[in-house]
């Protein structure tokens, strides 16, 4: 009997110990359980993390990257991309579906397939004509292909109108020098004792002389205004307007014409007076120059934040294709004309350029044959 109650009370011990280690074993692979569970979110939340980082590193660099397969189907694009092409999901399309260019397409498609990395220059048409830097590099697998595109349509376009500026000042240059150097040829071999020809040689050689001139100061006043910041001081714009106007007063009565000023005594602007002079010189000169009868009002006047000051005349006016390009150097409506009233093709340019650097406008409203508005805008701090 006695020993039938220790080996009862033995068991019950032993069953006891096995239950309490059952237990801590059972807490143990929870815990082990657990910490696995919070390692494995700990990744999750540091790849998280990262991806986060990469993306907002690619979303602010101003280059669109794509990654593609070798399909050429997008796998990623960055916040570049997206805008360049102006499509907002292009996850999971191809390449082509979303920049509708050919070529990229191939460009794509022969990286993936040659697995070396490339370079070109591309036009893209869609949403707009754009000229872009392509790199396309395949990933070390062959798997994929990283695409990056910087956008150089400004930089092209750039190009192109130094280019366009080089060759028109050469042109410009060219016909004066050609007249001169044949009208001196001339008087040098010309052994006649005829002095009215010779007189009116000269006289031609003079004037292309003084064409040069000009048109070496229209070209030096152009490239001073585009190096050089704007150095604003306090200045009277009617002040401005009114030595302008006199300065011009003889050739508008040369030619019957009114030149009427109007506006206030005295406004006040943060501007530079020697080029506000060259502005409304330009302007008054051209609304002179291309109007034969009537006359050409000047006005001044002050609205809440800007000064307005427009040049109003009864001439020849124009016709709407020339607004927009009217600004452009050299370009002249009609070449004869205004190489007669002795213009470079630079004097709206000029204006156009001094008016922007101080922040201002202009703006042009015209009809042919009737006459002609130039209205400059000017802030007033
Ligand atoms: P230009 O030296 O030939 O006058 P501008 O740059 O001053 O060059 O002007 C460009 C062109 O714009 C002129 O050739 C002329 O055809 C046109 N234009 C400028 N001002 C007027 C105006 N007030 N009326 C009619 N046409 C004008």
Not at 81 to 110: C, H, K, N, W
Not at 155 to 180: G, K, W, Y
Not at 299 to 326: F, P
Request: aromatic letters at 6%; charged letters at 25%.
């Amino acid at each position: 009997m006695g020993w039938t109650v220790f080996a009862i009370v033995l068991i019950a011990i032993g069953i006891v110990a096995l239950g309490s280690a059952l237990r801590s074993l059972f807490l143990v692979s929870e815990a082990v359980d657990r910490l696995e569970r919070e390692n494995e979110s700990l990744v999750r939340d540091e790849l998280q993390h990262q991806r986060e980082a990469i993306d907002s590193l690619a979303d602010g660099l101003d280059v669109a990257i794509f990654m593609c397969d070798r399909k050429a189907n997008i796998l990623y694009a960055n916040r570049q991309a997206i805008q360049m092409f102006a499509f907002p999901d292009p996850i999971g399309r191809t390449i082509l579906a979303v920049t509708l260019s050919y070529d990229l397409e191939q460009f794509v498609l022969d990286v993936g397939r040659t697995g070396e990395s490339q370079a070109t220059e591309m036009i893209f048409a869609y949403p707009g004509d754009r000229i872009g830097r392509i790199h396309g590099w395949p990933e070390p697998s062959g798997q994929r292909v990283f695409l990056t595109i910087y956008e150089i349509t400004d930089l092209r376009r750039l190009e192109r109108v130094r280019q366009d500026f080089v060759a028109n000042v050469s042109h410009e240059l060219r016909t004066p020098l050609a007249t001169i150097r044949a009208m001196s040829e001339t008087l040098l071999d010309d052994d006649t004792d005829d002095q009215d020809l010779k007189s009116r040689y000269l006289e031609k050689v003079i004037s292309e002389v003084d064409r040069l001139s000009l048109l070496t100061n229209d070209l030096l006043v152009l490239t001073t205004a585009e190096l050089n910041p704007v150095r604003k001081q306090r200045c009277n714009l009617a002040d401005v307007l009114r030595s302008v106007v006199a300065q011009l007063e003889p050739k508008a009565r040369e030619k019957s014409l009114a030149l009427n000023y109007e506006g206030p005594i005295e406004l006040m602007a943060d501007a530079n007076a020697g080029q506000m002079t060259q502005v409304f010189l330009n302007l008054i000169d051209n609304a002179l120059n291309y109007t034969a009868e009537g006359k050409v009002e000047v006005q001044l006047k002050a609205t809440k934040h800007s000064a307005e000051i427009s040049i109003r005349d009864t001439g020849i006016g124009m016709a709407s294709e020339h607004i927009n390009r009217i600004f452009e150097r050299f370009y002249r409506i009609d070449r004869g004309r205004s190489r007669a009233t002795g213009g470079t093709g630079l004097g709206l340019s000029i204006v156009k350029h001094i008016v922007e650097a101080h922040g201002g406008t202009v703006q042009v409203e015209s009809t042919l044959n009737q006459g002609s508005t130039f209205t400059v805008t000017l802030p007033l701090s």
